[in-house]
């Protein structure tokens, strides 16, 4: 509650979930080298100092992988607990007997996540000319922003020698 009488809430967003990032190289023998990075989160239920709490996992691995092979990642174990609170309407919100119409129960879970990746080699010859004009435009902002970045670099370098 205000000073005025009027009740305030806020809402807060927290990423959860899973993060997959992948970097991809190709080598001379039109293999892919990847370095794959898993990130998951959940939130917990729990609160310290009324913000909610988050549990991360987190795998980072390098692999190389032939073209058109599926190379699969597993091992990546995490609980889940849930409190499952089920009444009869009204009732289960009586006071001192609320309870006699109202049932709990905690679900604990044991998951595991296994991952699939298959990478293509993509040749320029088997690469569609839409393809190839997306690829050149992303290149070319690319530049771009390298360019804008170098310039705004060079003046606070500047400016800080200046002061």
Do not use: W, Y
Request: a neutral charge.
């Amino acid at each position: 509650m205000t000073a005025t009488g009027m009740s305030q809430s806020s809402i807060q967003f927290e990423k959860v979930g899973m993060t997959l990032a992948v970097r991809p190289s190709i080598t001379p023998e039109k293999n892919v080298d990847m370095l794959v990075n898993i990130l998951l989160s959940q939130l917990t239920g729990e609160l310290i100092n009324s913000q909610p709490v988050r549990t991360q996992m987190e795998t980072k691995t390098n692999m190389i992988v032939r073209d058109s092979e599926t190379l699969m990642l597993g091992g990546i174990l995490f609980q889940e607990r849930n409190k499952i609170n089920r009444k009869i309407p009204l009732l289960g919100d009586l006071p001192l007997f609320g309870g006699l119409f109202q049932h709990n129960r905690v679900k604990l879970s044991n998951n595991e996540m296994i991952v699939f990746i298959t990478p293509f080699v993509i040749s320029d010859t088997a690469m569609s000319e839409a393809a190839k004009a997306a690829l050149e435009k992303s290149r070319q902002r690319l530049n771009q922003t390298r360019d804008e970045l170098g310039a705004t670099a060079e003046q606070l370098r500047q400016k800080m020698e200046q002061e």
